[in-house]
C-alpha cells in the first residue's frame, strides 16, 4: 500500500462534539500512583530482553488516565507490574519505582502485594472467560475477595456480592450468584469481572481492554459503568485501549505508547485536537470518519518491532515517513512541551 506523504502534523487530527467532557481540573489534584523510570525485563532462556523502558506517569484520584498503542506496544505488561504478576521466573521489575500511597510497590514483599492486589488495586483483565474460574459459581468467586481481605461473614459477603451485581446492572443478582461462568453471556461476564474489581472500593482500577470482545451496545454500557462508579468511589483509573475512540469518551489524560516506550502524553482534548507524533497521528487517522468518502481505510503501514529485533534509534523510524539519518542512529527524548504535553521525536527537539 502507498505510503501517503500528504500527512501535516500541524494540522488538527481529530475533534470531539463534546468538549465538557474532556476539561480538566488542573486544581486539586491527589496523585495516588506516580510510576519512575518504569523497566520491565523478560526472561528469555539466558537471555533477558525489555519490554518496557523509562515508563513516567502519575495518576490522580477520580481521574481516568488512558494508555494507548497497537498489540505488543508494552500496555498491558505495564499494568501487570503495577499488580506485580509476572512470576519471578518469566519476568522482572529491573529498574525504576511504584509509588502507592508513599510505599513503593517494587520493594514490598509478596505478603505486603497481597494485601493490596485485588483489594486497594483492582483490575479488569480482557478476557473474562480466562479470567473467571469455569469450575466455581460467580458467588463463591465474588465472596472469595471479601474472605481474602475483610473479616466478614458469609451472610454478609454474600449479601454484599449481590449488591454489587445490582449496582453493575446485572439482573436476578441472586440467581446469577449459583451460577458458572459459561451460562451468562459475554456482557454479562465481564459486569461479573467489573463487580469484582470494585467489590472492595479499590482505590485504584486498571481496565485492561475490557470492552474489546464486546459488542458496540455493550461497549457503551460498560464505559457508562465504570465512568459512574469512578465517580461515585472517587477511583483513580488506568484504561488500557487500542481503541482511540473509546480513549476519547473515556479518559481525562492519554499515554500513547510505542514498542515499550512513551512516545506522547496529554491532556485528552490536547492530543486528539493536535497530536505532534506521527504515532499518534496515525493512530488517530485510522479512526474512520463517516463525513469521509475513501475506497481503503488509512493503515500504518508495518508492525511493532519484536523485542529482539529493535532498531538503534527511534523506535518508530522503521514506519515513520518523516525518518531521518539521526533517527535512525539516536533515540529521541521525551521532551516538555506547552502544558500537559510531551513528546519523543526530533522534530521537536
Do not use: W
Not at 481525562?252 to 504515532?279: C, N, Q, R, S
Amino acid at each position: 500500500m502507498a505510503r501517503n506523504n500528504n500527512i501535516n502534523l500541524d494540522e488538527v487530527g481529530y475533534n470531539t462534539d463534546d468538549k465538557t467532557k474532556l476539561k480538566i481540573d488542573k486544581n486539586n489534584q491527589d496523585i495516588i500512583l506516580d510510576v519512575k523510570n518504569l523497566q520491565v525485563d523478560f526472561h528469555v532462556g539466558k537471555n533477558k530482553m525489555t519490554a518496557i523502558k523509562n515508563v513516567n506517569f502519575q495518576v490522580a484520584k477520580g481521574k481516568t488516565l488512558g494508555i494507548v498503542g497497537e498489540s505488543g506496544c508494552g500496555k498491558s505488561v505495564t499494568a501487570n507490574s503495577i499488580m506485580r504478576l509476572f512470576p519471578k521466573t518469566v519476568g522482572e521489575i529491573a529498574d525504576g519505582s511504584i509509588i502507592y500511597e508513599g510505599r513503593d510497590i517494587v520493594k514490598m514483599t509478596d505478603s505486603e502485594i497481597r494485601e493490596i492486589r485485588g483489594n486497594r488495586i483492582s483490575m479488569i483483565f480482557q478476557d473474562p472467560m480466562t479470567a473467571l474460574n469455569p469450575v466455581y459459581k460467580i458467588g463463591e468467586q465474588l465472596m472469595e475477595i471479601l474472605f481474602a481481605h475483610q473479616n466478614i461473614s458469609k451472610k454478609d459477603a454474600f449479601e454484599r456480592c449481590v449488591n454489587m451485581l445490582e449496582k453493575v446492572g446485572i439482573p436476578a443478582a441472586r440467581q446469577r450468584m449459583k451460577e458458572y461462568p459459561h451460562e451468562l453471556s459475554g456482557g454479562m461476564r465481564q459486569r461479573v469481572m467489573i463487580a469484582m474489581a470494585l467489590l472492595t472500593n479499590p482505590d485504584i482500577l486498571i481496565a485492561d481492554e475490557p470492552t474489546t470482545a464486546l459488542d458496540v451496545t455493550i461497549q457503551a454500557q460498560v464505559l457508562e459503568l465504570i465512568e459512574e462508579l469512578k465517580k461515585e468511589y472517587n477511583t483513580a483509573v488506568l484504561f488500557i485501549t487500542h481503541d482511540m475512540g473509546v480513549i476519547a469518551d473515556i479518559a481525562d489524560y492519554v499515554m500513547v505508547m510505542y514498542a515499550g516506550e512513551i512516545v506522547e502524553y496529554d491532556t485528552t482534548e490536547g492530543l486528539f485536537e493536535k497530536p505532534l507524533h506521527p504515532y499518534t497521528y496515525g493512530l488517530l487517522k485510522s479512526i474512520p470518519k463517516l463525513y469521509e468518502d475513501i475506497d481503503r481505510l488509512y493503515t500504518i503501514e508495518g508492525v511493532v518491532p519484536a523485542l529482539n529485533e529493535m532498531p538503534d534509534g527511534c523506535r518508530f523510524s522503521t514506519r515513520c515517513e518523516y525518518c531521518t539519518e539521526k533517527c535512525k542512529r539516536e533515540k529521541p527524548p521525551l521532551i516538555n512541551l506547552s502544558g500537559e504535553k510531551k513528546v519523543a521525536c526530533f522534530r521537536y527537539v
